[in-house]
């Protein structure tokens, strides 16, 4: 089992930065990706960006969106996720997610998931 605790949410103006934190605890030798989910209000869960605890690959959903930044602190088992020059369309709960069954980490394998924190930006 794997236990993961966001934390970093908060309310901020447009223009904007903040950094969410996941700590994760329990057998995390067995994890191969960990990633951040968001969710707007009356919107899908939509991934963030992705990061392979195994290979230290990132990926993110898109590609041309240089405002999020996502890195891992191996040592302290937790995962950041660095957001500048946010925008009211930024606004939504932030879940933190961990996948371990196979490497490739299909979305079905995201087994483990946080709370969630909420973002709210204002403009």
């Known amino acids: 089992q794997v236990q993961l605790v966001e934390s970093g949410g908060g309310v901020v103006q447009a223009g904007g930065s903040l950094r969410l934190s996941c700590e994760a605890s329990?057998?995390?030798?067995?994890?191969?990706?960990m990633a951040w989910f968001r969710q707007a209000p009356g919107k899908e869960r939509d991934r963030v960006a992705t990061?392979?605890?195994?290979?230290?690959?990132?990926y993110y959903a898109d590609s041309k969106d240089d405002r999020f930044t996502l890195f891992l602190d191996s040592a302290k088992n937790t995962l950041y996720l660095q957001m500048n020059s946010l925008n009211p369309e930024d606004t939504a709960m932030y879940y933190c997610?961990?996948?371990?069954?196979?490497?490739?980490?299909?979305?079905?394998?995201?087994?483990?998931w946080g709370q969630g924190t909420r973002v709210t930006v204002s403009s």
């Open positions: 997610a961990a996948a371990g069954s196979v490497p490739s980490c299909p979305l079905s394998d995201y087994k483990y």
């Open positions: 990061i392979h605890t195994r290979r230290y690959a990132t």
């Open positions: 329990g057998n995390t030798d067995g994890l191969f990706c």
